[in-house]
């Protein structure tokens, strides 16, 4: 198996720049443009890619899937406003929509850069490394004292997105949801090409498409493609377990079907 040669930091950076919509939204768009201007926060998404991929061959926790988190949490944020979901600092600041948006995309940044320092509880290293971060990316965006209500809020959505995180805000909710919802099969791509080959990396690799629209009956629809059934452990162990808990699972729909006639063969054989 061969692996890919190391890439010095500032070269594998050099092109990073995270994108989402921000429809207007002055403050969310001062925010991401200081985090793309942050070379720190930068080299932890970076040292969490090599902790994650190429030291502990799980999936990917590059900038990459910092971003599509990002855009997730942005999209199933808009869509459950839409419905008449309230933000939890609407309803407890008196703030707005858009502040809630901030909060989200915040949290997204930040929420695993605590992989740069270990994968076990690397939530909780993520709230440190969060907390020194947090002052700056939002220096240019609130004053005081709404700088430390959306720093506090976005550190309670990076704590709420682990397996017992008990989020007790929408905003935090969205972030768990969303994090979950990166799992088609661009994550596990790395590991699964090199042959490392287990559920984690398996399941993913089924994950054709993840498609997230208006609800019927329900704020958000999410609809999984799967090439095999394989893709059931990230529906099932995953994502519902993350849903659970979130405070969203009435809000939000899930179907997960194989577009397949017959399901791709993924392995031959799997040995212990």
Request: hydrophobic share 45%; net charge negative.
């Amino acid at each position: 198996m061969s692996v890919e040669p190391p890439i010095a930091p500032r070269d594998a950076l050099a092109d990073v720049r995270v994108r989402a919509p921000t429809r207007g939204n002055r403050r969310l768009e001062r925010l991401l443009e200081a985090a793309n201007g942050d070379e720190q926060l930068k080299a932890w998404w970076h040292v969490s890619a090599v902790n994650a991929t190429r030291r502990l061959d799980m999936s990917d926790h590059s900038w990459v899937h910092i971003q599509i988190v990002l855009n997730i949490g942005l999209r199933l944020a808009r869509l459950l406003f839409r419905r008449g979901i309230v933000p939890s600092v609407v309803a407890d600041f008196a703030m707005t929509d858009r502040d809630a948006e901030v909060v989200v995309a915040a949290a997204c940044l930040l929420h695993c850069v605590g992989m740069s320092i270990h994968r076990e509880d690397h939530e909780r290293y993520s709230l440190f490394l969060a907390a020194d971060k947090l002052p700056s990316l939002l220096a240019g965006v609130y004053d005081e004292p709404e700088r430390s209500v959306i720093a506090a809020e976005t550190l309670h959505a990076i704590i709420g997105h682990r397996r017992n995180g008990a989020p007790f805000t929408v905003e935090a909710g969205i972030v768990r949801v969303a994090d979950a919802l990166d799992m088609a099969r661009g994550r596990s791509r790395i590991p699964f090409e090199a042959g490392h080959t287990n559920i984690h990396s398996l399941s993913a690799y089924a994950i054709e498409e993840v498609k997230i629209s208006p609800g019927r009956d329900r704020a958000v629809r999410v609809e999984i493609t799967m090439s095999n059934s394989a893709g059931i452990f990230q529906v099932d162990e995953l994502l519902a377990q993350k849903l659970r808990g979130s405070g969203l699972e009435e809000q939000i729909e899930v179907t997960a079907r194989i577009d397949a006639e017959h399901e791709q063969r993924l392995i031959g054989v799997f040995k212990i």
